[in-house]
T-cell receptor
Framework: TQLLEQSPQFLSIQEGENLTVYCNSS?????LQWYRQEPGEGPVLLVTVVTGGEVKKLKRLTFQFGDARKDSSLHITAAQPGDTGLYLC???????????FGTGTRLKVLA | ETGVTQTPRHLVMGMTNKKSLKCEQHLGHNAMYWYKQSAKKPLELMFVYNFKEQTENNSVPSRFSPECPNSSHLFLHLHTLQPEDSALYLCASSQIWDRVSSGANVLTFGAGSRLTVL
């Protein structure tokens, strides 16, 4: 059974701090996505990475796909209260569009 | 309306009731999905419809019955549910569900239907 483990599960930080969220698996993925879900809403796609070692930046968010395409990280610089939410990674193995979602990281940024 | 719309947003039902969840997408997508989101568990894929044809059923109990009359609408019919079925049910759509192509498939989610089974 494929499993995407995210760490940490919960994170509470002060505004302005930096943080990194990890997404790890023993499976190789052809593509990996990161979503953010705010309370009362569905997940919203942040980024998709498809190449091993790929780095993508979205304003203060930096996403990296591991060289072996088994893991990914999300780094947030100078976190803001608006970054609060549940961060989910989701990976699809080669030959399928079936995305397996990670266990999630719940982030709270305090003003 | 734009995006993916789910109704009702909240539903409370008894174990003997029959109810339905509705999902509508205005994105011109051809694939629609039902996911279950429970506390302390990863998002679970339940069903996938591609061009109105069911392509995935992840061993979901028969008390959940999906229906996809066209590419824009998706229903989840509920009957004789159990308290452990209480969860947030999310509908999503994507351009296509394609087993052959590699690369990314972007899911657009609705806001979900929060179901409580008493």
């Amino acid at each position: 059974t494929q499993l995407l483990e995210q760490s940490p599960q919960f994170l509470s930080i002060q505004e302005g701090e930096n943080l990194t969220v990890y997404c790890n698996s023993s499976s190789v993925f052809s593509s990996l996505q990161w979503y953010r879900q705010e309370p009362g809403e569905g997940p919203v796609l942040l980024v998709t990475v498809v190449t091993g070692g790929e780095v993508k930046k979205l304003k203060r968010l930096t996403f990296q796909f591991g060289d072996a395409r088994k893991d990914s990280s999300l780094h947030i610089t100078a976190a803001q209260p608006g970054d609060t939410g549940l961060y989910l990674c989701a990976g699809a193995t080669s030959g399928t569009y079936k995305y397996i979602f990670g266990t999630g990281t719940r982030l709270k940024v305090l003003a | 309306e734009t995006g993916v719309t789910q109704t009702p947003r909240h539903l409370v039902m008894g174990m003997t009731n029959k109810k339905s969840l509705k999902c509508e997408q205005h994105l011109g997508h051809n694939a629609m999905y039902w996911y279950k989101q429970s506390a302390k568990k990863p998002l679970e894929l339940m069903f996938v419809y591609n061009f109105k044809e069911q392509t995935e059923n992840n061993s979901v109990p028969s008390r959940f019955s999906p229906e996809c009359p066209n590419s824009s609408h998706l229903f989840l019919h509920l009957h004789t549910l159990q308290p452990e079925d209480s969860a947030l049910y999310l509908c999503a759509s994507s351009q296509i569900w394609d087993r052959v192509s590699s690369g990314a498939n972007v899911l657009t989610f609705g806001a979900g239907s929060r179901l409580t089974v008493l």
